[in-house]
């Protein structure tokens, strides 16, 4: 009888193991569906932190307003941000300034430049979203803004102590791209490969892509290298030329693979999402073309588009309508059928964000922040699923860029803060 009992309990025991290993093994399985239904991780932003950066310390109020000093880029690693600020005056004069600061502190580690910089609104992005940051080697690469009558240069800094590692002095205001580990630069019309660790050329062309004229590889930012490939617009014939870097140390003349006639003026940057590329256009607020078959496979006409990326997320592509309403859409990113909309009524002032299946977009109204108009900001936090809006928060000024990091939300304004905000629980 005894032997039978244990025999029981053991039985017992062993399907209530099993049971909980199937529970988990079925929670592994559906992670991505049990997060849908979960509560949203980030909450109402709530601040606890205000930094001012550097150039605007020991200056009256109305000198910094004057100026619109501000971070542009900026990169958050730990207690430290590594950051490339500027002005927009006035009266014109414009500066950059690239340095670290201590986060807890809120003490400069350390600067380079400034460079007085002439720029307008496209190139205003182009310019300063050039800054990376690999973290494992401590380094930092960076393009000074070409000052009006100065030589510039690509730098690689040690991130820890602002030391130039190496330097290259630049034609033109350049653009930095890697793709995967490897490290190219577009200056003027040369293309180059560097080394990251010496600055050395390990390839180096003139792209005149014959027969057509380009002012520029980096010509308003409209050169992108994507998973192997280089794109690069034409202005003047309204044309997209894709290049496989693999192929053009064996064409060197003409290495065009692909010439894509858009008819149309580029706004944004390019999206890839499996042989799909999509972009927005000043009539057209979205276009998809498949690159297979090198035809439109459909587009949005109902507004136009925006400098900003669009976002891939799951079987929709997400963008932003500037000119009808000023909406945010999801579209099926292989139909274009409308899957929801949200109207804003504003602009959008910085590339969109997903982060943990939640959305973040910054908006602003359109007085012209030049003018010295308050404008009024927002960043809202959306459910890409549905298009739910789960919070829309004021920001003190207007938004120029923001990150999602350790629950955290930066947002750099143009009052010449850095603001930091807990999004959690």
Not at 31 to 41: A, E, G, P, S, V
Not at 285 to 302: C, F, G, P, R, V
Request: glycine share 4%.
């Amino acid at each position: 009888m005894g032997d039978a009992n244990m025999a029981i309990n053991f039985k017992k025991r062993a399907l209530y193991i099993i049971s909980i290993m199937l529970v988990l093994l079925l929670i592994i399985v559906h992670l991505d569906l049990l997060k849908i239904y979960c509560k949203y991780t980030y909450y109402e932003p709530v601040l606890i932190k205000k930094i001012s950066i550097p150039y605007n310390k020991n200056k009256s109020i109305e000198k910094v307003f004057a100026e619109r000093h501000h971070i542009c880029s900026f990169i958050v690693d730990n207690d430290k941000i590594y950051a490339i600020s500027c002005t927009q005056r006035l009266n014109g004069g414009n500066r950059s300034l690239l340095f670290a600061l201590d986060m807890n502190s809120g003490k400069e580690i350390w600067r380079m430049w400034p460079t007085r910089i002439r720029f307008k609104g496209v190139d205003y992005i182009n310019y300063f979203s050039n800054l990376y940051f690999d973290k494992i080697n401590d380094r930092l690469f960076v393009l000074e803004p070409k000052p009006k009558e100065k030589p510039s240069y690509f730098y690689s800094i040690k991130a820890s102590t602002g030391e130039i590692i190496w330097k290259y002095p630049l034609s033109y205001n350049g653009k930095i791209f890697f793709d995967g580990d490897k490290l190219y630069l577009t200056d003027g019309s040369n293309f180059m490969k560097f080394d990251p660790d010496t600055g050395g050329i390990y390839e180096a062309y003139q792209m005149p892509f014959q027969p057509y004229r380009i002012y520029s590889l980096n010509n308003y930012g409209r050169t992108f290298i994507i998973d192997g490939k280089l794109f690069a617009y034409c202005e003047e014939e309204q044309e997209l030329l894709i290049v496989n870097l693999d192929d053009i140390s064996m064409n060197p003349i003409d290495p065009v693979t692909l010439r894509i006639k858009i008819n149309e003026y580029i706004l944004s940057s390019l999206v890839l999402d499996d042989n799909i590329l999509y972009f927005s256009t000043t009539d057209k607020a979205m276009i998809a073309w498949d690159l297979s078959k090198n035809k439109k496979l459909w587009e949005y006409t109902e507004g136009g588009g925006t400098y900003y990326s669009p976002i891939i997320y799951k079987n929709s592509v997400i963008f932003y309508d500037e000119r009808y309403g000023r909406s945010l859409i999801a579209a099926d990113k292989k139909t274009g059928e409308i899957r929801w909309d949200i109207e804003f009524n504003l602009d959008l002032s910085t590339s969109m964000v997903i982060e943990d299946q939640t959305l973040f977009i910054a908006i602003t109204d359109d007085k012209n922040p030049l003018a010295n108009l308050k404008v009024t900001s927002y960043i809202c936090a959306i459910n890409p699923n549905n298009g739910e809006v789960i919070w829309k928060f004021k920001a003190e000024d207007e938004i120029i860029s923001f990150k999602i990091l350790n629950d955290k939300l930066y947002c750099s304004c143009i009052d010449g803060y850095l603001y930091i905000y807990r999004i959690s629980n």
